[in-house]
């Protein structure tokens, strides 16, 4: 298989068998907030798939970087790395909100406000989080600190949560149009219908994989 083969294969992976929703509730909390501001649901996904390429490709450069001056892993070794993302994040929000606000003070206010919920959260932290760990398999045949296959999976990973999150809306909205017995009604049909997601995606995966 070609490299353009075996990076289209990686992409259709994490969207579908590997979705950061669905196998593992990344980005619960984002998809609460957008659910209840629909209308947010473009700037939000664009925002976010931005972040999420951002957040892997920092990844990369910080694992390439570790492997590059051989440090020893110790016990704390991942927690070190989580910490190196988060402040990553934390570094991308402060320089783009900047700039943005600087140079487009309009488009900056009318993204404000998914602009923070875009950046922090589980999906843009567990984007570089799921590319350390599944490198070995999705990255066979191909260099391990792959620039461009840290790329493409940023890109995936936001399409995926999109997916996931334009699932759960129209999904919600239906269940919402039917008349159901008031024991199953709201919530209860929500946790149903998320649950039967999960499973149908878990499923596809063939497999429970955990950080």
């Known amino acids: 298989m070609s490299d353009f083969g075996r990076f289209m294969t990686m992409a259709v992976t994490v969207i579908f068998a590997e979705n950061l929703f669905f196998s593992r509730a990344l980005g619960t909390e984002a998809v609460i907030r957008i659910m209840a501001h629909p209308k947010d649901f473009l700037k939000f996904g664009v925002i976010l798939t931005i972040v999420t390429v951002l957040s892997s490709v920092t990844g990369w450069m910080i694992d390439a970087a570790i492997t590059a001056l051989k440090f020893t892993v110790y016990a704390s070794y ?96 239906q269940i919402e149009a039917i008349d159901l017995p008031d024991s199953f009604d709201g919530l209860p049909a929500r946790f149903i219908y998320i649950g039967l997601l999960a499973l149908a995606f878990a499923g596809v995966a063939g497999r429970q994989t955990l950080f």
């Open 78 to 173: 991942y927690v070190g790395k989580s910490l190196a993302y988060v402040a990553a994040l934390i570094l991308i929000y402060l320089i783009a909100s900047s700039f943005l606000r600087r140079i487009a003070p309009v488009f900056y206010r009318s993204i404000s406000k998914v602009l923070s919920v875009a950046v922090f959260n589980t999906a843009a932290l567990g984007a570089p989080l799921l590319l350390t760990r599944l490198r070995p398999t999705l990255f066979t045949g191909l260099p391990v600190s792959n620039f461009l296959g840290a790329l493409i999976f940023g890109v995936a990973v936001g399409i995926g949560f999109m997916f996931a999150l334009l699932l759960m809306m129209e999904g919600i909205r």
